[in-house]
């Protein structure tokens, strides 16, 4: 039969069924909609297509434009990695909670710094005092690296060091103990998030101005190049901007627009697209709305892949490839009765596999609360386990593929993503929405605009402004132990005294000059952390030259 | 529905320690401000003594400090102990974020008014406000 007549009958067969059926169904009982950045009809039907071509824009798996995965196979070779971040506590804690995890057979490894090392502030500094070692372990200089990973089998480990406004002073730290290790470089395996520009729109892990950061992202970036061809220079985040109170699309679109922007400098440094493309992945969060989380990583795929291929021009299959990992998002876990939020968790893990993830991470039920107990680890690991051996989620590629609901929600986001982006750079680009606050703004704007909607219970949230009991857990407070801190701080000062000072005074010099001058900071970076100068001597000397990012008034 | 007074009051959003996530403060000077409120926000990473600087500089009525680290007993501490020192006990002190119900009378002995701990209305937040400067 006629394509078109078919369309249209059903065209008149669902309004029939509207005014007769639903509206007056509607008319009797009608229960508040669920708030919706998305736009949403009562039901889906083939009509809603939007011209959708299924090889054009959907395709098959491991193939051009990766709308339903980006591996042929999915989940049918192999699981998705189930991601659980590792204790913290002093370096040497750290190293024997390595090598334990190793002991295990689990690789990639995730190093969670404390927020004086994330901000090239050495434990000693006075403006250390209440943060050392309270988010993660404290690295003062290669000493304290060397005590992490030293014996470790380092090239399983391939570990991910979080670190952003510094990632050129861990990256050189971890090359420095590799190198004594006896690891040929190219074989030295792991990953730096290096995502400066989101720190700046959301999680707030700065230290220098946007331009100076961005110029050491790409030192990093070109330093690997060159140098470590198995090193995954770049995590690109959307999960800190959706925890900071982005929408859906604003999340996928700041982190497009951040990659676009790193994506441009790495250009101009004269690095071939093809060369760096495939080695950038993403973070994305995953809320409890399975469907649009789903939808929205097989937008993202997408759209990467055509950004890629058409607007840069790319030509490996690898460069259009969107490889990302999720989390359960934290802020939407909750304080108040706390085992709800095992089941938000796996609805959200749940989107992220229907989604095509290539890695989960599953936040304890105790998030809100505490620092995870191993039981709440264990309920969180669990849950992905149950996912990928019972729920049958993982048994046929992109199951949600045909869904009228899905689609259309897929070839909304799309739209939406690439409208956002076309205003950012209408309006001078993300470094100037950064700079002018104008991105963080909207941010906010969003965050704000979700907690009225809360506040109004427009919005439900199950055991906080609807069913709520009043016999809620206290909240424990993860604080490092006292010692830890002192055996920290008696450590640099022992550094000081034993290394070789005027090596570390010539190094960093030669760091400064580099700095006022045009060359690639990584090398002499390198060479200060060989002579053991402190990650925050290292980043005295660039706060001096590059100053510190003073954000707009909001 | 109240009667605003003729001035507005004036507030203090301050975020101090290391930490960035700041959704919670901005979340609450968007509130404050929709409630006819002047209100600026420090930024991240202040300390104690910048936190009450501004707030004398700016000559505020109210200073809310926004803390999930942990290091609220000491920073509080130190922040009421600077305020006494420059005479400015006119300026009350509203604490947010992460904090133990057991700590919370500690911070109130210090002279902190009050705690909003995650969950906390932001119509009672102001209203609070608005019966403090009333006061």
Known sequence: ??????????????????????????????????????????????????????????????????????????????HWTMRQ????????????????????????????????TQLGFDSDDPRAKDDVGVVGVAVDSLRDMETIFTGLPLEKASPSLT??????????????????????????????????????????????????????????IEYCSANLPRWNFMNICGYHVREAGSTLVQEVAFAMANAITYIEACLERGLDIDAFAPRLAFNFASSSNFFHEAAKFRAARRLWARLLRERFGAKEEASWMFRTGAGSAGSTLTAQQPENNIVRVALQALGGILGGVQSFHTAGFDEALAIPSEHSAMVALRTQQVLAHESGAAEVIDPLGGSYYVENLTDQIEREVNLYIARIEAEGGMLKAIEDGHAQAEIAKSAYAYQQQIESRERTIVGVNQFATDNDPEIELHRPRAEIVAAQIKGLAALRRERDNGAVQRTLSALEDEA??????MYPILDAVRAYATIGEICAVLRREFGEYQPASF | MKTQPDTPIRVLVAKPGLDGHDRG?????????????????????????????????????????????????????????RLHDQGSNRISVLGGGVIPGRDIAHLKEMGVREIFTPGASLVAIADYIESLVSE
């Not at chain 2, 202040?46 to 920073?75: F, K, Q, W, Y």
């Open chain 1, 1 to 78: 039969m006629d394509k078109h007549h078919e369309a249209g009958k059903l065209r008149m067969a669902k309004q029939r069924w509207q005014t007769e059926r639903l509206d007056p169904a509607l008319a009797q009982v009608n229960r508040p909609a669920m708030p919706s950045d998305l736009e949403q009809e009562p039901l889906y039907t083939p009509d809603d297509d939007d011209g959708r071509d299924y090889l054009d824009d959907l395709g098959f798996p491991g193939e051009y434009p990766f709308t339903r995965g980006v591996q042929p196979s999915m989940y049918q070779g192999r």
């Open chain 1, 85 to 116: 971040y590792a204790g913290f506590g002093s370096p040497q804690e750290t190293h024997d909670r390595f090598d334990y995890l190793l002991g295990q057979g689990q690789g990639g490894l995730l190093v969670a710094f404390d927020l004086p």
């Open chain 1, 163 to 220: 670190m952003n406004a510094a990632a050129t002073v861990a990256l050189a730290m971890y090359v420095a103990v590799a190198e004594k290790e006896g690891v040929a470089a190219d074989r030295i395996s792991g990953t730096t998030q290096n995502d400066i520009l989101k720190e700046f729109l959301a999680r707030g892990t700065y230290v220098f101005p946007p331009r100076p950061s961005l110029r050491l992202t790409v030192d990093l």
């Open chain 1, 516 to 521: 006022r001058g045009g060359g690639n900071l």
């Open chain 2, 25 to 81: 403060a901005k979340v609450l000077v968007q509130a404050m401000r929709d409630a006819g409120m002047e209100v600026s926000y420090t930024g991240l990473r202040r300390t104690p003594e910048m936190i009450v600087e501004t707030a004398i500089r700016e000559d505020v009525d109210v200073i809310c400090v926004s803390i999930l680290s942990g290091a609220h007993n000491a920073i509080f501490s130190e922040i009421m102990d």
